[in-house]
């Protein structure tokens, strides 16, 4: 099981354990919320009963006892209406609406009464009260403030859970890639040191050799000149890594040309290499920006394999005023599941290597460029296509 498969199975089974929690939470608090719900109606149901016994008793002491059994026993929102939902008795409303006096406000008060009562209706059955008279009234309620609370606490819970995780991640993932950075800054300036003596002597042994066989060997000695050539290049990438590279417009379908010449003769004759499109300009570095297409173009030929293939660069027009540099080949494909995996650290399907081509890759367009590239498109057994976006 590779690392990937392994970051992925963590991840959903946090997952199945937040929704675990949270499903147990949602549960508990209903438990509870339901308990609640009976003492309210119960609580309800004392307020209709003792509303009853003040309207038929007269006895003023037991009406005493009534009036306080309601006051410290009932403490929910609720009306007393009759057949024909007209309001009786009240309890708990807010008081801002229910002690206006003048007409103006007695109509707002309606209003509002109505709205009350429309609101209970939804929540709970009524409560029905036979009066002695044989007239029935009904008692409508609705949830206190705390069995509201009490209700929705789950959710708060989980959604602040949820920011809280979501926050703890992205600063957890911005100082990892913080020290990321740093590492690859830190070794790509130490390789480019070690480089610079063995290429410097390799230069003073190639210009002794053009001396004793440079009429013999001119082509083959040209070859090994542009080679180190190359590691000077790839030098001076490996030196900017780190610093903001200066980035001006260049003809994109003229770098791509010249830089496939040479990199073409490096690459097995059974890959045949296209390059089509428009002389379009972009703001490049060109040391870096052919790093790209050195990266692209290798992946393309280990996908290609032993196997005669193409690999077409098509350079085009994209939308404000962005390049597309497309990069396609007739490799083994990529299955849709790995388009962003293969642009992780560590992730390669050969046998040797470490891993970091495509991750160096995007490195380079994102955050030099401040471009952007993608797996365009790719199936299996014909092939994938990268996009490189430029700006122009």
Not at 326 to 339: A, E, L, N, Q, R
Request: aromatic letters at 10%; proline letters at 3%.
């Amino acid at each position: 099981m590779d690392v990937y498969t392994q970051k992925r199975g963590w991840k959903l089974f946090l997952i199945f354990f937040a929704l675990a929690i949270g499903a147990i939470s949602t549960v508990y608090t209903n438990y509870l919320a339901s308990m609640v719900a009976a003492v309210e109606r119960r609580n309800a149901e004392l307020w209709a009963i003792s509303t009853k016994m003040k309207i038929e008793v007269e006895d003023e002491h037991f009406l005493d006892f009534l009036t306080e059994v309601q006051k410290r026993y009932t403490d929910i929102p609720a009306i007393i209406v009759d057949s024909h939902d007209e309001i009786l008795q009240y309890t708990k409303l807010d008081s801002t609406k229910t002690n206006n006096k003048n007409e103006k406000d007695k109509k707002y008060d309606h209003k509002y009464f109505m709205n009350e009562l429309a609101a209970m209706k939804k929540q709970h059955p009524p409560i029905a009260i036979e009066m002695i008279t044989g007239e029935k009234l009904y008692v409508y309620y609705k949830d206190s403030s705390l069995l509201t609370s009490l209700k929705y606490f789950p959710y708060r819970q989980l959604t602040s859970i949820s920011v809280f995780l979501i926050m703890s991640y992205l600063a957890f993932s911005s100082s990892r890639r913080s020290e990321q950075n740093q590492v690859w800054v830190g070794m790509a300036k130490e390789t480019a040191h070690q480089l610079g003596t063995p290429i410097s002597s390799m230069m003073a042994w190639l210009e002794i050799l053009k001396e004793k066989y440079g009429h013999k060997d001119q082509e083959l000695l040209g070859e090994m000149e542009h080679d180190i050539v190359r590691l000077q290049v790839i030098v001076e990438r490996f030196s900017k890594i780190g610093s903001v590279p200066v980035l001006e417009k260049h003809n994109v379908l003229q770098v791509v040309s010249s830089y496939m010449e040479y990199l073409g003769k490096r690459l097995s004759r059974k890959i045949k290499i296209e390059i089509t499109g428009e002389p379009l300009d972009a703001e490049l570095s060109i040391p870096l920006f052919e790093w790209v297409l050195e990266n692209l173009c290798k992946n393309a030929a280990n996908a290609i394999g032993t196997n005669e293939g193409k690999i077409v660069i098509a350079v085009s027009k994209g939308k404000k005023n962005h390049v597309y540099v497309d990069v396609m080949d007739t490799g083994g494909g990529i299955p849709k599941s790995k388009f962003e995996t293969v642009f992780q650290p560590g992730y390669t399907t050969r046998k040797r290597g470490w891993g970091l081509g495509l991750t160096l890759t995007r490195r380079i367009v994102e955050n030099y460029h401040k471009g952007q590239i993608v797996v365009k498109e790719s199936e299996i057994g014909k092939g994938t296509t990268f996009r490189v976006t430029l700006n122009g």
